[in-house]
């Protein structure tokens, strides 16, 4: 097992809501609430949530794209959220970021061999330099170096992607952050950009942290997986041991959701009731009881559940009824309907 | 031409030509598309962006404004043809037997107006009921649809609902009148995965209480596979494959078709490698001459084919009910 490159301890981030005539602040939301994440050198980890779980902003904090309000990220050895600006510049040549929108994150009015240069150009590359490692990583995300004097609009959303994930990669990070990177691309154009981000992965020897709300396309890229529900982690495992024995009632129900690309299946569904509750005013307890089909109540409002393993593995759910104190209430989901 | 013969038929499209005409040229989003949808049929139509899925509904309600124009074709709605109503016949039809929704619930719903008064003006408008008659009838439109607590959400604006919710109150809307027909436009595309199987199941429901016939448009072949009796695969303007929902994943026959379906991580997929469509979908302004997905198309190459290139393709039937548009499988092809 290799040791882990990045280290997040509780790890929380807040955003304050405002609001009336004054903007006043009315309540804060914890949209990142206590998180341990640990990602190991050279693996693909998935994050996924529905929206408004907070993965995105996860994602961001640790990039100190956000400042966290709470926690530490050690990166390497180091406390990422301890850096002065001058030292943040070293990290942000380590860690990096693609995010979802190939239309929205490239400027419009900056050529692409700019845009990918950037990075490197804050890092005091020469002008001779930095046009070569821009045809370089052109090529590797399938590209052509003269694609570097053309214009953002020029470039279909596929290649926009590979432009996006071009310029993270300008820098030579060893740690990538991929927020949605395919969501929004069509079905065809996402398989290429999946591909290519394995194929990267492998070649560059790359840590991966893959935030998607689609299971199967983490299915697909990541080694491990760790699902949040509102601002928490409540499962965390191998790909394996997620897909072939889901502990948390709510990695059971995402699970249950995904359509299947085969009309001979035909499978239970776990219907969950309602819609995920305001993050601003969480559900006492465990915060998925209030849609999770075997809640106790006595048990699962009362208290908030920790992250426990799973028959002693590295496989970890937080539910009082399937991994604390209170085994002996577990009900299996599907015959519960 | 070939036809699937489709029981009592509410919906037949006959070659359909949508064309747009902008300054750099005539797009021809739907370039001679046949449809049929059965009575109580789901109907999936599937594609990608800019393959004129949507436009081929937009059409079938006239809904398509300038520049594009419906050039050619018919479009029999229980045999009489849509595009010789007047505007006015038109409207009647439009949210009363056939009705549509979109994929951004929350946009399409009038934000100064409650989620129960849109559902009501429906019933003032296509029964001329009062406006409480109308209200008390949105409040049971809302709880069929299975909304918790629909007087409460009744009174709503659309702002105060969630993504699911709004859904959930566009399709009462679209049903309030009982359409013979609904299309749905990539209707859980917006949604999260517990919504939209959520969603699913509602259409489905819909479909097997209130008979009605649906199309779904969308992208997503899982969905497809969940919800339709039949699917239409669409490429740049046509319709490449057309066949039983079971027989189309078990046996796609149309390169494009087998590209998407193996492109697709699919639950339980341990392979490395994905499958890949190289290239990418032609210009509707300047399309390649003969097949219009022979520049992608690496069966072509294999079976070394050059009629791809130089002829149009028709649709072909190679067995019951099941239509394709590729010369690998027309007999004496070279």
């Given at each position: 097992?290799?040791e882990p490159?990045l280290?997040?301890?509780?790890?929380?981030k807040t955003y304050p809501?405002?609001?009336?005539?004054f903007?006043?602040?009315?309540?804060?939301?914890?949209?990142?609430?206590?998180?341990?994440?640990?990602?190991?050198?050279?693996?693909?980890?998935?994050l996924?949530?529905?929206?408004?779980?907070?993965?995105?902003?996860f994602?961001?904090a640790?990039l100190?794209?956000?400042?966290p309000?709470?926690g530490?990220?050690?990166?390497d050895?180091?406390d990422v959220?301890?850096?002065?600006?001058?030292?943040?510049?070293?990290?942000?040549?380590d860690?990096?970021v693609?995010?979802q929108?190939?239309?929205?994150?490239?400027d419009?009015?900056t050529?692409?061999?700019d845009?990918?240069a950037?990075?490197?150009?804050v890092?005091?590359?020469?002008r001779?330099?930095?046009?070569?490692?821009?045809?370089?990583?052109?090529?590797?995300v399938?590209?052509?170096p003269y694609?570097?004097?053309?214009?953002?609009h020029?470039f279909?959303?596929?290649?926009?992607?590979?432009?996006?994930?071009a310029?993270?990669?300008a820098?030579n990070p060893?740690?990538?952050?991929?927020?949605?990177p395919?969501s929004?691309?069509?079905?065809s154009?996402?398989?290429?950009i999946l591909?290519l981000?394995?194929?990267?992965?492998?070649?560059?020897?790359?840590?991966?942290l893959?935030?998607?709300?689609?299971?199967?396309?983490v299915?697909h890229?990541?080694?491990r997986?760790a699902v949040?529900?509102?601002?928490?982690?409540v499962e965390?495992?191998?790909r394996?041991?997620?897909?072939?024995?889901?502990t948390?009632p709510?990695?059971?129900?995402?699970?249950?959701a995904?359509?299947i690309p085969?009309?001979t299946v035909?499978r239970?569904?776990?219907?969950?009731?309602g819609?995920?509750?305001?993050?601003?005013n969480?559900?006492?307890?465990c915060?998925?009881?209030?849609?999770c089909?075997?809640?106790e109540?006595g048990i699962?409002?009362?208290?908030?559940?920790?992250?426990?393993s799973?028959?002693?593995?590295?496989h970890?759910a937080?539910?009082?009824?399937?991994t604390?104190?209170h085994?002996?209430?577990n009900?299996?989901?599907?015959?519960?309907r | 031409?070939t036809?699937?013969?489709i029981?009592?038929?509410?919906l037949?499209?006959?070659?359909?030509?949508?064309?747009?005409?902008t300054?750099?040229?005539v797009v021809?989003?739907v370039?001679g598309?046949?449809l049929?949808?059965?009575?109580g049929?789901?109907?999936?139509?599937?594609?990608e962006?800019?393959?004129g899925k949507?436009?081929?509904s937009?059409?079938v309600?006239r809904?398509i404004?300038?520049p594009g124009?419906?050039v050619?074709?018919?479009?029999?709605f229980?045999g009489?043809?849509?595009l010789g109503?007047s505007?006015?016949e038109?409207r009647?039809?439009?949210?009363?037997?056939?009705?549509m929704?979109?994929q951004?619930?929350?946009?399409s719903l009038?934000?100064?107006?409650t989620?129960?008064?849109?559902?009501?003006e429906?019933?003032e408008?296509?029964?001329?009921?009062?406006?409480?008659?109308?209200?008390?009838k949105?409040?049971?439109?809302?709880?069929?649809?299975?909304?918790?607590?629909p007087?409460?959400?009744?009174?709503?604006?659309?702002?105060?609902?969630s993504g699911?919710m709004a859904?959930?109150v566009?399709?009462a809307?679209a049903?309030?009148?009982?359409?013979?027909l609904?299309?749905a436009?990539?209707p859980?595309?917006?949604l999260?995965?517990?919504?939209q199987a959520?969603i699913i199941?509602l259409?489905?429901?819909?479909r097997n209480?209130?008979?009605?016939?649906i199309?779904?448009i969308?992208h997503?072949l899982?969905?497809?596979?969940?919800?339709?009796d039949?699917?239409?695969?669409?490429?740049?303007?046509?319709?490449?494959?057309?066949?039983v929902?079971?027989t189309?994943?078990?046996?796609?026959?149309?390169p494009?078709?087998?590209?998407l379906?193996?492109?697709?991580?699919l639950?339980?997929?341990?392979?490395e490698w994905?499958?890949?469509?190289?290239g990418?979908?032609?210009?509707?302004?300047?399309l390649?001459g003969?097949?219009?997905?022979?520049p992608?198309c690496k069966?072509?190459?294999e079976?070394?084919?050059k009629i791809c290139?130089e002829?149009r393709?028709?649709l072909?039937?190679?067995?019951d009910?099941?239509t394709v548009?590729?010369f690998?499988?027309q007999?004496?092809?070279?």
């Amino acid at each position: 097992m290799s040791e882990p490159l990045l280290h997040v301890k509780d790890l929380v981030k807040t955003y304050p809501v405002k609001g009336g005539a004054f903007q006043k602040v009315l309540g804060t939301v914890r949209a990142v609430d206590g998180v341990d994440l640990e990602i190991r050198k050279g693996e693909a980890l998935g994050l996924v949530g529905e929206s408004g779980c907070g993965k995105s902003t996860f994602g961001r904090a640790i990039l100190r794209l956000e400042e966290p309000d709470a926690g530490s990220v050690i990166f390497d050895g180091v406390d990422v959220l301890q850096l002065s600006p001058k030292e943040l510049k070293g990290y942000r040549r380590d860690a990096q970021v693609v995010f979802q929108d190939p239309f929205g994150s490239l400027d419009p009015r900056t050529s692409v061999g700019d845009s990918i240069a950037e990075g490197v150009r804050v890092q005091g590359l020469s002008r001779k330099d930095r046009g070569r490692r821009v045809a370089e990583v052109l090529e590797l995300v399938g590209l052509e170096p003269y694609h570097a004097n053309r214009y953002p609009h020029e470039f279909s959303g596929g290649q926009r992607q590979r432009i996006g994930i071009a310029r993270a990669l300008a820098v030579n990070p060893r740690f990538l952050v991929l927020d949605e990177p395919v969501s929004a691309l069509d079905v065809s154009i996402q398989s290429q950009i999946l591909n290519l981000l394995k194929q990267l992965q492998r070649e560059l020897d790359l840590t991966l942290l893959f935030i998607a709300h689609d299971l199967s396309v983490v299915e697909h890229l990541c080694d491990r997986i760790a699902v949040m529900y509102l601002g928490r982690i409540v499962e965390i495992a191998s790909r394996d041991d997620l897909f072939s024995s889901p502990t948390h009632p709510y990695t059971e129900a995402l699970l249950s959701a995904i359509p299947i690309p085969d009309p001979t299946v035909h499978r239970q569904r776990i219907l969950l009731e309602g819609d995920l509750p305001s993050p601003l005013n969480p559900p006492t307890g465990c915060t998925f009881h209030t849609r999770c089909p075997i809640a106790e109540q006595g048990i699962c409002d009362v208290s908030a559940p920790s992250l426990l393993s799973v028959n002693n593995g590295r496989h970890e759910a937080a539910c009082h009824l399937r991994t604390g104190d209170h085994q002996d209430l577990n009900r299996p989901l599907l015959n519960s309907r | 031409m070939t036809t699937t013969a489709i029981n009592d038929p509410v919906l037949e499209i006959r070659g359909l030509e949508t064309h747009f005409f902008t300054r750099d040229g005539v797009v021809k989003a739907v370039d001679g598309v046949n449809l049929t949808v059965g009575k109580g049929e789901i109907l999936g139509l599937v594609g990608e962006s800019g393959c004129g899925k949507s436009v081929t509904s937009m059409s079938v309600l006239r809904l398509i404004q300038n520049p594009g124009e419906i050039v050619e074709g018919t479009i029999l709605f229980h045999g009489e043809d849509l595009l010789g109503l007047s505007e006015k016949e038109m409207r009647s039809i439009r949210g009363d037997r056939i009705s549509m929704i979109f994929q951004q619930p929350v946009g399409s719903l009038n934000p100064v107006f409650t989620a129960g008064s849109q559902i009501a003006e429906v019933y003032e408008i296509h029964e001329s009921l009062k406006k409480k008659a109308g209200n008390a009838k949105a409040v049971e439109m809302l709880e069929k649809v299975g909304i918790p607590d629909p007087e409460r959400r009744a009174k709503a604006y659309p702002h105060e609902l969630s993504g699911g919710m709004a859904q959930r109150v566009m399709i009462a809307m679209a049903l309030a009148a009982g359409p013979e027909l609904l299309i749905a436009d990539e209707p859980t595309t917006a949604l999260d995965v517990t919504i939209q199987a959520q969603i699913i199941d509602l259409m489905r429901e819909i479909r097997n209480d209130l008979g009605t016939s649906i199309i779904v448009i969308t992208h997503d072949l899982g969905i497809v596979a969940e919800i339709a009796d039949r699917v239409s695969v669409m490429y740049a303007g046509e319709i490449v494959e057309e066949a039983v929902t079971e027989t189309l994943f078990a046996h796609p026959k149309h390169p494009y078709t087998r590209g998407l379906i193996g492109s697709i991580p699919l639950a339980g997929d341990r392979r490395e490698w994905l499958e890949v469509i190289p290239g990418r979908v032609p210009n509707l302004i300047d399309l390649p001459g003969g097949c219009r997905f022979a520049p992608r198309c690496k069966a072509r190459e294999e079976a070394g084919l050059k009629i791809c290139t130089e002829q149009r393709p028709e649709l072909i039937n190679i067995d019951d009910a099941h239509t394709v548009r590729c010369f690998l499988y027309q007999e004496g092809a070279k």
